[in-house]
């Protein structure tokens, strides 16, 4: 048996953009550390039929070989796996979207495996100059109105 553990395991896009984010946010709640499952579309590869048992594995693992206990799932805005912002009409239908396959995704986790916790999140980014900043936010509560505006305001700076 392993004498080496983490609390957490997180499940995010390949996505460059939002790695800093990602990894400060998992970094800042998980002294301890955590697994980091990077793939593209991140927790939509759960959604899909044919890439779920991949990633069922990797949590099993994250489990069974460091006593994982919570898993995070960290969607993003503009995701190559959905075709971008572009594919959604209004930033509202693609949160949607993207929360709807979370919480697809976490139904499924929770009925696969016993983890204390499947907790849902969103990264956002906008271009800072050549490079990209982005955030995490909680998004397994509903976005209200004030979240909603704040990423807005991000989107509409993302066209410098
Ligand atoms: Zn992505």
């Known amino acids: 048996m ?6 957490a395991v997180v499940v995010s896009c390949m996505d460059y953009r939002i790695q800093s984010a ?4 998992a970094s800042h709640n998980f002294e301890d ?4 499952l990077s793939m593209a579309g ?5 959604t899909d039929v044919i890439t779920r048992s991949r990633v069922m594995d990797q949590l099993k693992l994250a489990k069974e070989l460091h006593g994982v ?18 594919a959604f009409g209004e930033l509202s239908s693609e949160v ?3 929360v709807a396959d979370m919480m ?8 696969a495996f016993r983890y204390e916790g499947v907790e849902v999140y969103l990264a956002f980014m906008t271009k800072n100059g050549r490079s990209w900043k982005s955030h995490v936010i909680k998004a397994d509560v509903p976005l209200d109105d004030a979240v909603m505006g704040i990423l807005e305001v991000d989107e509409e700076q993302d066209q410098y």
Request: net charge positive; with cysteine; hydrophobic share 30%.
């Open 22 to 25: 990602v990894m400060r946010f």
């Open 2 to 7: 392993s004498q080496h553990g983490c609390s």
């Open 42 to 46: 991140g927790p939509k590869r759960i």
């Open 104 to 111: 697809t995704a976490k139904q499924l986790i929770k009925a």
């Open 69 to 86: 206990r919570k898993v995070l799932l960290i969607g993003h805005q503009d995701c190559g796996a959905y075709g971008g912002s572009e």
């Open 33 to 36: 550390g955590f697994d980091y």
């Open 96 to 98: 949607s979207r993207v």
